[in-house]
């Protein structure tokens, strides 16, 4: 490892090569889809993304004959101390040419998370729990949809050639939506229909913080027992809804009240991933008008569900599926009929999260992407 050099990102011009290396990882890879790069940046910047009001991160670039080569960052986040263990620090946003690289780079950052006082290192975590976590080691050979993340089939052997072993595992499932429900499930959406108790309702977009608001209260507390959570802070969530915004359609995105009072939601999004593979990530000169364009009407084949949740009181009764089978149905609706969709996918979803894995495995629906996150103990 003498000819490779790691060095801390401190300059504009080393954030940019940062971003940027991950063109160089991925120029021969069909299944890659180009993140917008000004999204990258915002991510990584301190000024911008309020995850550094609670956590700290140092980024890394990996050198050989003065050619990048690779990258990582190791972050600690004051709100994992607390809510998942102490002393467990995180790294992510890993990309490497060659093993030999990613072996310096880990180990670099773990050196890192042992000056910030970490006992246990979980990766790859980018940065945080809510942005993209784990390696993905299934479901290479199709494109990850938008705010899931795409790796290359080495980097499995790398990371636990370090020493990390399977802390979770997490599911993204695929289902053709242009098939109807299964009979049982339509009966139980039918009686739902008929509880004058229960209300499904699209949220209202020119009333968009207030809306953010309950569905983000609803996450946190249909959220709060599953393993890895963090709470989203109120500058988290402020920031989380105005990137969400130009992406939400208000029949796509609905709340679920019973006796007047939320108790569910689901959030579903076009695959945007879709309407910028061929933005190679720039927004400018002509991306921009491109993607503002393409967002007006919306014609993509696949959607996302990337967070749903119930209310913890409703959990594991009968009422939490037909909430959720209700939202899901009415959505499914919008996306056919509306929108021309032809598959959604639901996830991410924890190994052992049976709640919401009974929801996903819908007749049809099948596991087209897993992820791992690694962890290991820090001597």
Known sequence: MNDIKIRTV????????????AWAVYKDDPAWVPPLKDEVHGLLDPKKNPWFGHGRAALFLAEREGRVVGRISAQVDDLVQTHMEAGLGQWGMFEALDGETAAALIAHAESWLRTEGMTKALGPISISIWDEPGLLIDGFDQPPMVMMAHHLPTYRAWIEGAGYTKAKDLYTYQLDIRIDMVPVIDRLIKAGEKNPRIRIREVDKSNFDKEAAIIMALLNDAWSDNWGYV??????????????KPIIYEDLVRIAEVDGDPAAFMITIPDVNEMIRDLN?????FGWAKLLWRLRK?????VRVPLMGVAKKYQGGRLAGQLAFMLIEYIRRACVTKYGVHYGEFGWVLEDNQGMMSIAQLPGAEINHTYRIYQKTLG
């Open 298 to 302: 919306p014609r993509t084949t696949r």
């Open 10 to 21: 401190a300059t504009k011009q080393d954030r940019k090569a940062f971003v940027d290396f």
């Open 231 to 244: 709470p989203l802070t109120e500058a988290e969530i402020a920031y989380a809804g105005k990137k969400l």
């Open 281 to 285: 990530g720039d927004l400018f000169p």
